[in-house]
């Protein structure tokens, strides 16, 4: 069965620092998709990424970049120059197989401060 | 593109009511939607997956009589607590598949039973 781990319960950094989110995955499937999710305080999920496996190029969007490697079952994110409104749990995840529904990690809480 | 809206978004109810959520793909179809609850500090649980013009797929442990899904139309879901007690007091969270498989969430709606 599919598993997503993310070790990093909370992560506080101070305002432009640059900080990693590790993502690490389980799935026997050969083809399959890698998802990272925000969620504010707010508390609506919102869709920051979709990665096919077979894409390993590395990505970036902004202060956003994501790192993909598959020999490590890694998708690791990146943000460069936090801002406190990047203050959220950080959410990675992955469809099982058949694609029915997502199996999502613990989350990663990233406190930025002023 | 791709947005989801939930209503209501907070409800307080008298213990033994039940109450009606709304999940609505505002702009795509969704032949099948996703409910979610969430506890405090947690990860998402899937409780059930909406598949529209059929009946719904539990999960293991969520009660079918108690969680009613109805998904009608390919942009409606709805979720019905039905006899609602303090326990089902949570934040509930739907989500509708998109295009390339992702899932697009709801706001999500925080329901308290007294």
């Known amino acids: 069965a599919q598993k997503v781990t993310q070790a990093q319960t909370e992560i506080s950094v101070v305002e432009k620092e640059d900080v990693t989110l590790d993502c690490v995955y389980e799935?026997?499937?050969?083809?399959?998709?890698l998802f990272w999710y925000k969620q504010p305080p707010s508390g609506e999920l919102v869709f920051l990424i979709r990665?096919?496996?077979?894409?390993?190029q590395n990505e970036i969007s902004g202060r956003y970049s994501w790192n993909f490697q598959k020999s490590t079952s890694s998708f690791n994110f990146t943000i460069t120059a936090s801002q406190v409104v990047d203050s959220a749990v950080y959410f990675c995840?992955?469809?099982?197989?058949?694609?029915?529904?997502?199996?999502f990690g613990t989350g990663t809480r990233l406190l930025v401060s002023p | 593109g791709a947005v989801v809206s939930q209503h209501p978004s907070r409800v307080i109810c008298k213990s033994g009511t039940s109450v009606k959520i709304e999940c609505r793909s505002l702009?795509?179809?969704?032949?099948?939607m996703f409910w979610y609850r969430q506890f405090p500090k947690q990860s998402l649980m899937l409780m059930a997956t909406?598949?529209?013009?059929?009946?719904?797929?539990?999960e293991q442990g969520v009660e079918k009589d108690k969680f009613l899904i109805n998904h009608a139309s390919l942009t409606l879901s709805t979720l019905t607590v039905t006899s609602a007690h303090p326990e089902d007091s949570s934040f509930y969270i739907c989500?509708?598949?998109?295009?390339?498989?992702?899932?697009?969430f709801g706001p999500g709606t925080r329901l308290l039973v007294l």
């Open positions: 909406s598949n529209e013009g059929s009946k719904a797929t539990y």
């Open positions: 989500s509708a598949r998109g295009p390339m498989l992702t899932q697009y």
């Open positions: 990665r096919n496996s077979f894409d390993e």
């Open positions: 799935t026997r499937d050969t083809t399959y998709y």
């Open positions: 702009d795509f179809q969704a032949t099948t």
């Open positions: 995840a992955l469809p099982n197989t058949g694609f029915q529904k997502l199996v």
